[in-house]
């Protein structure tokens, strides 16, 4: 019989499939045709079974699937550095916020959102799970540079440049995700800001909206201890009490953060199936607190991982938070094989998949999925000698290491450089709105 004709052969040192957990194929190749994984096999018995129009060989590699950014707030790029060390709600209120309320509009985020794309691919991400204005810009940009992302249709009470009031936020949204609803790369999320800023009223449509169209709630939840305590004054209640009593702790609610748990809270949350979206970095910088996430992924909660937004990270590194992830978990717990490397790498894949319900289609490298692949290259100083490659990504290796990134088969990073998307005019974009708010 002859060779089977395919797209391309992907020829590495590793092939790292994530499922099962800890498995690292060694001298493997990644056969991809029609933006999907055929197989995965020996290398030296490719030649006999597949024919490609094109082949890659990647000798000091490790390929792993894309990485999924669960959360984060895209164009507050242009926002990176504008407020630094100052707690949460002073910086909220004091500086991101009048800035976005003079500052946002469709140039804004598309140019912030270029940029964020443009980051991430660098290093490896290729799907992120976006908060933020104008989602039909930020939807825009992911398709136009092929990567793939779920846009948050974002929920507030008070107006902003994309709305006026909850209704019109709903309204809005509801347009944006008809828009998408086909869309091959580019999905959807309702995306309440925050318990603080959404009210009962609002979260009942979302609860009805959400369910009606299937589509998950992407929230910051239970951020702060001061979070908590305001709210209990004035209500009496934990915002995660009160969001279960409005039905929202189901399987469709990512709830971000998730740094003040009660161990009652960890159970419900586990048994309403809720994802929590961890943010290490972010927290850290905020000081918002530790999520305690040992001890929910023992509870057996869906633990994924996101980087915030540039504006309070001040980055969009999911290698430095996948490091971070793992050790922090590690310190939080008192137990340093609380959160091992593959667990950590499959935080930050197959678990962002699960949140973002697509890991029927990406997370992990396997026949009939979506060839969203990474090529990270371990032949450097700082991460010789290679005794496991997945612990040298999560514990010695960066971002910088990533060569070439394929999102659904198509190649957005060839050899460290940007295929779709014009890099020096993304640049020039942001240095010129860094020109225009340092002149506030």
């Known amino acids: 019989m002859p060779p089977t004709s395919v797209d391309t052969l992907i020829h590495a040192r590793w092939v790292i499939p994530v499922e099962p957990q800890g498995t690292a194929l060694q001298n493997h190749t990644v056969i991809v045709d029609r933006g999907k994984i055929v197989a995965l096999m020996p290398s030296t018995e490719t030649e006999q079974h597949y024919d ?48 976005e309320l ?35 810009e930020v939807a825009h940009a992911a398709a ?49 800001h925050a318990p603080y800023t959404v009210s009962n009223s609002t979260f009942g449509k979302l609860a009805t909206y959400a369910s009606e169209l299937n589509i998950p709630i992407h929230m910051h939840v239970h951020e702060t201890a001061e979070e908590v305590r305001t709210a209990l004054a004035q209500t009496g209640e934990r915002p995660l009490k009160r969001l279960e009593r409005l039905g929202l702790l189901t ?66 590194d999911m290698f430095g938070e996948m490091r971070a992830a793992a050790l922090l978990a590690k310190a939080v717990a008192g137990d340093a094989s609380a959160i091992p490397a593959a667990l950590a790498l499959q935080m930050a894949t197959l678990n962002g ?18 060839a969203d692949l990474v090529a990270v290259d371990l032949h450097y100083p700082a991460t010789q000698p290679v005794y496991d490659p997945i612990s040298a990504i ?29 890099e020096s005019e993304i640049l020039m974009r942001a240095q010129h709105w860094g020109e225009r708010l340092s002149a506030r």
């Not at 794309?117 to 933020?132: N, Q």
């Not at 949140?355 to 999925?369: E, F, Q, T, V, W």
């Not at 999560?394 to 014009?422: C, E």
């Open 52 to 99: 490609a129009r094109e082949e890659v060989h990647l000798a000091n590699h490790a390929v792993i699937p894309g990485l999924i950014n669960a959360h984060t707030h895209a164009a507050m790029t242009l926002l990176r550095g504008y407020a630094d060390d100052r707690p949460l709600m002073d910086w909220l209120h004091n500086y991101i916020w009048p800035a």
């Open 251 to 316: 399987p469709q609610l990512l709830a971000v953060h998730m740094t003040q748990l009660e161990p009652h809270e960890i159970t419900t949350v586990a048994a309403q199936g809720v994802h929590v979206l961890h943010c290490p970095e972010s927290n850290l910088k905020l000081a918002s607190g530790f999520c305690p996430v040992a001890r929910l992924m023992q509870a057996g909660v869906n633990v994924a991982i996101g980087t915030d937004g540039a504006a309070s990270n001040n980055n969009l």
């Open 394 to 422: 999560i514990y010695s290796a960066d971002r910088d290491l990533v060569t070439d990134v394929w999102v659904q088969g198509r190649r957005l990073l060839a050899d460290r450089a940007l295929t779709t998307l014009d």
């Open 144 to 192: 136009s540079a092929g990567m793939r992302a779920t846009v948050g249709l974002i929920v507030i009470e008070f107006p902003s440049p994309w709305a006026a009031d909850a209704a019109d936020y709903l309204r809005k949204g509801i347009d944006v995700h008809d828009q998408l609803r086909h869309h091959p790369l580019v999905r959807t999320a309702f995306a309440p």
């Open 353 to 370: 998949a699960r949140a973002l319900g697509i890991d029927d289609i990406a997370g992990s490298l396997a026949p009939g999925k979506a």
């Open 102 to 136: 003079k500052w946002a509009s469709p140039e804004f985020v598309r140019d912030g959102t270029l940029l964020a794309i443009a980051e991430m691919l660098r290093g490896g991400v290729t799907c992120f799970s976006d908060m933020y204005f104008f989602p039909d």
